[in-house]
Structures are given as structure tokens and as C-alpha cells.
């Protein structure tokens, strides 16, 4: 009853903020797109419901990896016992170019995009989150960990490319967090690095817009709960006032899409 209290809320909200002409901003973890839920986020920005996604470079990795074969992940384990773990040469040659493409403007995220919408290579495009918001002009925005990603282990990865077009993409995700206050961000998936990079992004849209947005709701959906998620997208963002749902995303993020479009055309 209580999860159930929460994903209602978390709906209502939602439902609100779109009525209303708010914002609402996805912030995703790489398991979001190997449990399939990418098609429920495509056609919430389709209809024009979320009009921001943000992801960490596995998340992205997975993405692209969906469009080019129509599946993704490997035996880690298996892997990395011969050290052939995350060695596939084309999602790297891929990743490296959109790095570049990325580094001399627009972004990683905008570059990834237009790579795989653009691009023969990819027979799958219609699986793609990062390729739909190109597609649709929705900001999308990619975060990249260094030393966190397959494709950093590649000789030739171009660093310099790397830094420049994913710190481009942060830049563009303050930029669009200015316009939050009465909106929702969600975090779906994402333990450490999308709750730090929007803590930051918050802050400097707060130190330009004298603290604003301060009125928005926050919410964590998650299998297990996460301190960096509670604090940093929860509790000191909204002053306590966020809401998490804890469970499986195969399941959450199908209940969350079916209930905002059902309240919507309630409404």
C-alpha cells in the first residue's frame, strides 16, 4: 500500500507538470536499457512528457550496442578471466568517433545520436533511447566516469574528445535544470554518477538564478536504496520532500508510463 501511495503521487506530479507546461527530466542508469525499458521511455518523449534525458556512458554503451546488434552486455566473469572483457572493437570505433563528432560541438549525446540515426551500421535504430532524442529534439545529455566505461580501456581513445564533449553535456544539463521549478526529475537506476552530476548541475543553476528552481519534485526509482540518490537528488535538493520506489525497473518504469498516460487522459 504504501509503494503504492508513492507511485501515485510520483504520477500525479507528473501528470501536473505536463498540464501545467513544466519540466520533466530523466536521469538513467545502464540497467534501465538491458531490463528493455526503453521503449516506454521513447514514447514518453514522443508524446512529448519528458523532455530531457540524462545517462551515465554505460547507459549510452548499451544503447548504441541495442542498435547496432539488438542485443547488449556480455559474461563479464568469463571475460575478464582471458581479459577480452569489453574489447569489441566496434563499439568502441563507434563511442570514439562520437566522442570527436561531440568534442567540436553539440555534445556526446547530441553526437551519438545523430551517429546512429544517420549511420548503415545500425539495423536496430528503433531501439535506441540516445537516437529517439535526436530524432525528437530532445535534450539528451551523457556523463562520462573516466575509467568507468569499456570503450576507456581501447588504445586510441581519444581523452581529450571524451572530456571535452561529455563536460559540453553537462554545461547543456545546467543549463536545462534553470527551468525545473515546478517540474520532476527522476532518477531511474543511476547509484552514484547521475545523482553527483545533478547535484551539480543544480547548484549552478542556483548560483545563477538566485536559488532558483527550488519548488520540484524529485524521485528515486531503484531495486535496492542508494544513500547518493537519497541525499543528493532527495533530501537536500527538495528539502526532504523527495520520493523513492524501490523495485524492479522492468516493472516500475511499464506501471509509471501507464499511469501517467491514464491520468492524463483523465485529466
Known sequence: MLGARALRT??????????????VGIALGAHTVKTGTVPFLIDLMERGI????????????????????????????AGLA????GMAEETFEHYNAAYRAGAAGGGLGRALGRRILDDS???????????????????LTVHVGVGTDIVHM????DAEAMGRASYTDFLKLAE????????????????VIMPEVFVKALNMARNLDD??????TAANLDMIRHYRPRVNVLDRPTGGG??????????????????????????
Open 10 to 23: 510520483l504520477i500525479d506530479r507528473i501528470a501536473s507538470a505536463v498540464d501545467g507546461g513544466r519540466r
Open 50 to 77: 519528458v523532455q530531457c534525458v540524462s545517462m551515465n556512458g554505460a547507459t549510452a554503451i548499451h544503447d548504441l550496442e541495442m542498435a547496432l546488434q539488438g542485443e547488449t552486455s556480455e559474461d563479464v566473469k
Open 82 to 85: 582471458d581479459g577480452s572483457f
Open 121 to 139: 551500421a545500425f539495423p536496430h535504430k528503433e531501439l535506441s533511447l540516445v537516437a529517439a532524442a535526436a530524432r525528437l529534439d530532445v535534450t
Open 154 to 157: 581501447h588504445p586510441g581513445v
Open 176 to 191: 536545462w535544470v534553470r527551468g525545473l521549478e515546478g517540474g520532476v526529475w527522476l532518477n531511474v537506476g543511476s547509484a
Open 211 to 216: 536559488g532558483a528552481p527550488r519548488a520540484f
Open 242 to 267: 523527495g520520493i523513492e520506489i524501490i523495485g524492479h525497473h522492468e516493472i516500475l518504469v511499464p506501471l509509471l508510463h501507464a499511469g501517467v498516460l491514464a491520468k492524463l487522459a483523465a485529466s
